[in-house]
């Protein structure tokens, strides 16, 4: 059938008389269309930095900061898929939320290393800490 994208899910289109339904019914259609909901490992991390971004956003709220505060970010954690997502993402995470530096650590998130006032917070399941703070204007 003819193909086309919308977002990040291929559709495709097929004409169609008649189909049967996973319960056995006839269904009289003009048109039935599938979507591809497969989530690939790039829409995953993708989706991982988009978390990021919001979690470093409630932190600088937490923190007092405006949102046009020049930041400084700390994320540490020890989850590998977490941190190469961080990484292939980083130029956006830190434009997104005007962290003028942008550390990476690996940490036992759970241990709160990252500075004393660090958040823990959860992205896709595994541990993330926070730590945001102000630069000089």
Request: charged fraction near 30%; proline fraction near 3%.
């Amino acid at each position: 059938g003819a193909g086309s994208t919308d977002g990040d899910a291929p559709v495709r289109g097929t004409a169609a008389a008649s189909m049967i339904d996973p319960e056995g019914r006839s269904l009289n259609l003009a048109l039935v269309v599938s979507l591809d909901l497969e989530v690939t490992e790039e829409l995953a991390d993708e989706g991982r930095a988009r978390d990021v971004v919001r979690l470093i956003q409630e932190a600088r709220k937490q923190a007092d900061l405006e949102i046009t505060d020049r930041i400084r970010v700390t994320l540490g954690t020890d989850d590998e898929p977490l941190l190469a997502a961080i990484a292939t993402h980083r130029s956006h995470i830190a434009s997104q939320t005007l962290a003028e530096e942008l550390d990476i650590v690996t940490v036992d998130a759970g241990t709160g290393e990252g500075g004393s006032d660090a958040a823990i917070s959860e992205v896709d399941g595994s541990r993330l800490s926070v730590h945001v703070e102000s630069l000089p204007q």
